[in-house]
């Protein structure tokens, strides 16, 4: 087993892009210790070849120290489950918790129908993440098909796993939720992110959520229908956020997650929403 000694260990941060035909296919971003590098760069081309879209044609890797001294380390969002009947509802269910989150309703709406559309120029997914003006709506990403994409942010191995055990007894272990967790988790920490809307490009990953530092990491199993190519991320900010700081820390500082969230049982969304309510 590999034992991660973040202090004692060179910590790198490990990015891949891959592409198809001329387009995005997949992308990965972690931290990892010198003495995982090989096996995590080996799992990320398998990755690559083995995506669901097809099997890439060219994979970038990206392997860069991080220097220690800029470090930040972080606990995980708490996590539930909130299950619903219907894309429709799971939809309806994600624009109630970005309002509960201060997101303006015709804001909330909006970002939603540009996941549904495709947010990027001919309707496809962005390869990275929209930024959205929590109350005007204005998207404040420099370039609308790559967006901002999150980088040098990870798990410590040794929790993962434990993560990985904890997930197991809710049916949730898969890399999915592990990455998506962490991602969400890195990027509610900033206080200038209200919260965070995802769902999954993968055409067999029908799931996506709604984090916030106020209620947590909301997976949602239905917020698109199977089949469904288009994916993507809104990260709804507080007006008059300094974007370059933004965007510089979100990209580029490293954050480690040392400590995990309460895992909550599922809840039926009607009954969460209803608790919102009253
Ligand atoms: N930074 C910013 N945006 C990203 C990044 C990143 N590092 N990685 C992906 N995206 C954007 C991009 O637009 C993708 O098309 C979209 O997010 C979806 O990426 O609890 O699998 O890797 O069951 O397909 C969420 C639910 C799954 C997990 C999310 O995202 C659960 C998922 P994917
Ligand atoms: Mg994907």
């Excluded at 470090?71 to 994600?94: C, D, H, I, N, Q």
């Excluded at 549904?116 to 709506?137: E, K, N, Y």
């Excluded at 410590?156 to 990455?179: I, K």
Aim: proline share 5%; with cysteine.
């Amino acid at each position: 087993m590999l034992i991660f000694a973040p202090m004692t260990q060179p910590l790198y941060s490990l990015r891949m892009h891959s592409s198809l035909a001329g387009h995005h296919l997949s992308g990965a971003e972690s931290l990892v210790s010198s003495a995982e590098l090989d096996t995590a760069t080996n799992n990320l081309i398998q990755r690559a070849l083995q995506h669901p879209r097809g099997a890439a044609e060219q994979i970038h890797l990206t392997v860069e120290l991080v220097n220690p001294e800029t470090l930040e380390r972080g606990a995980l969002p708490a996590l539930r489950t909130l299950t619903v009947a219907s894309v429709a509802e799971g939809r309806s269910l994600a624009r109630q918790l970005l309002e509960q989150a201060g997101v303006a309703p015709q804001v909330a709406a909006g970002a939603m129908q540009e996941l549904i559309r495709g947010a990027a120029p001919g309707g496809q997914s962005m390869r990275g993440a929209m930024l959205v003006d929590r109350r005007t709506g204005e998207r404040l990403e420099a370039d609308c098909s790559r967006g901002v994409r999150v980088s040098h942010l990870g798990i410590d191995p040794e929790l993962e796993l434990q993560l990985g055990r904890q997930l197991e007894g809710l049916g949730l272990n898969n890399p999915h939720v592990r990455e998506a967790l962490v991602l969400a988790g890195k990027v509610t920490m900033h206080p200038a992110v209200l919260a965070e809307l995802c769902w999954s490009d993968d055409p067999d990953y029908t799931a996506g959520y709604v984090c916030s530092r106020a209620f947590g990491y909301l997976r949602i199993p239905l917020l698109k229908p199977a089949g469904e190519t288009r994916g993507g991320r809104a990260f709804f900010l507080k007006p008059g956020s300094d974007l370059a700081e933004l965007v510089s820390w979100l990209e580029t500082r490293p954050v480690l997650f040392e400590r995990i969230g309460e895992l909550h049982q599922a809840m039926n969304g009607r009954d969460y929403a209803a608790l919102l309510d009253a």
